[in-house]
Nanobody, 127 residues
Framework: QVQLVESGGGLVQAGGSLRLSCAAS????????MGWYRQAPGKERELVAS???????NYADFVKGRFTISRDSAKNIVYLQMSSLKPEDTAVYYC?????????????????????WGQGTQVTVSS
């Protein structure tokens, strides 16, 4: 199994900054993509940013120039640096990681694909 633990959320004034972290642990063989999503009350979950194992990044238009996603591949951690925060950034932020994990089946180590979600961390931006 693969577990994700998020940290770094909180309350901040508009224009402020926060950094979210998401650490993956467990029977990980390799990680492909890592990403951050968010879900505001009454809205669907939406992609905020993603990063591949090669370092290619992708951002939603509403965070371009304000948020930066990065990863520490050696530690299986993905970060989201959020700056110039706006009240409309208020949401629960979730990390999502996909890759390959190992599992012992009939005394044989096999590799299986996985995708895991973090527990979510609340980000509240006051005006």
């Amino acid at each position: 199994q693969v577990q994700l633990v998020e940290s770094g959320g909180g309350l901040v004034q508009a224009g402020g900054s926060l950094r979210l972290s998401c650490a993956a642990s467990g029977s990980i063989f390799s990680i492909n993509a890592m990403g951050w999503y968010r879900q505001a009350p009454g809205k669907e979950r939406e992609l905020v940013a993603s990063i591949t194992n090669g370092g290619a990044t992708n951002y939603a238009d509403f965070v371009k120039g304000r948020f930066t996603i990065s990863r520490d591949s050696a530690k299986n951690i993905v970060y989201l640096q959020m700056s110039s925060l706006k009240p409309e950034d208020t949401a629960v932020y979730y990390c999502n990681i996909g890759g390959m994990r190992t599992r012992e089946i009939m005394r044989t180590q096999v590799r299986l694909p996985f995708t895991s979600w973090g527990q979510g961390t609340q980000v509240t931006v006051s005006s």
